[in-house]
């Protein structure tokens, strides 16, 4: 009788205040960096994994590791194979700079698995908010050009195209640009990025440019990568 896949969710993050310094976002930006609940939405049998270099702690209790490598190249690639040494079979990696992602978008990629070989969620500057792979596949991540907005393109093209789902489009936030794009699509936590840019900020929320991975595949531009891939 073959058993059940192991899964595992891989999350890549530092605690809230530093994610926040990082982008010199004031603390009541803090509940659009929050990691969801994981631990207690996430149906049963999905294991929770969180690789950061910060030395405090993170207030949900999941597994927790410290990153290793000098590059997101090499953290990631160390990460995977932790995940592997503990014997899961599929792995869903992730950041803590996706406000829209929620315990369901993970349970779906999981269930996309059964027939795919690559789950990609696209972000709204042609990087990935979600990368999920069976452990046995996990040299298609190998050689990818990191923090270049091309990942998800990149990854889409070491595979057939039957063999790649790709999840709705959602917005990674690293700037306030970023967070004036977010302020615009229907999220219930855009109300809260609207309030930044007006109260906060005194910007305007109108949105000069978006990027739309479905017409526009690779984008390369001159920006900081996303948090959750930066060093």
């Known amino acids: 009788m073959t058993r059940p896949s192991r899964r ?5 993050a530092e605690e809230t205040h530093v994610e926040l310094a990082r982008r010199a976002l ?23 994994h969180l690789f ?8 949900y209790g999941p597994r927790i590791h410290r990153q290793a490598g000098h590059d997101f190249a090499a953290r990631l690639e ?17 950041g803590r700079d996706c406000p829209s992602l929620r315990p369901i978008d993970i349970e779906h990629a ?31 991540l190998c050689g990818v050009r990191w923090q270049r907005h091309t990942d998800c393109a990149q ?8 063999q790649v789902c790709l999840l709705p489009l959602k917005h990674e936030l690293d700037s306030w640009a970023d967070i004036r794009l ?24 109108a949105v000069t440019h978006f990027v739309d991975l479905a017409w526009q595949r690779v984008r390369v531009r001159q920006q900081m990568p996303p948090p959750a891939f930066a060093a």
């Not at 009541?28 to 294991?47: M, V």
């Not at 950061?52 to 207030?59: A, E």
């Open 78 to 94: 160390n990460a995977i194979e932790k995940i592997n040494e503990l014997r899961y079979d599929e792995i869903v990696v992730i």
């Open 52 to 59: 950061t270099s910060s030395r405090g702690s993170i207030p």
């Open 26 to 48: 004031p603390n009541a930006a803090r509940p659009l960096l929050n990691l969801p609940t994981l631990g207690s939405e996430l149906a049963l049998g999905i294991d929770v």
């Open 110 to 140: 999981f269930g996309k698995l059964r027939s795919r070989k690559l789950v990609l969620g696209p972000d709204h500057r042609g990087g990935c908010y979600l990368i999920a792979f069976r452990l046995r596949d996990r040299d298609l």
């Open 155 to 162: 990854l889409r093209d070491r595979c057939m195209p039957s």
């Open 8 to 12: 595992a969710v891989l999350v890549f």
């Open 182 to 205: 977010f302020a615009r699509c229907g999220d219930p936590l855009a109300r809260l990025a609207s309030f930044l840019l007006r109260v906060v900020c005194g910007l305007d929320v």
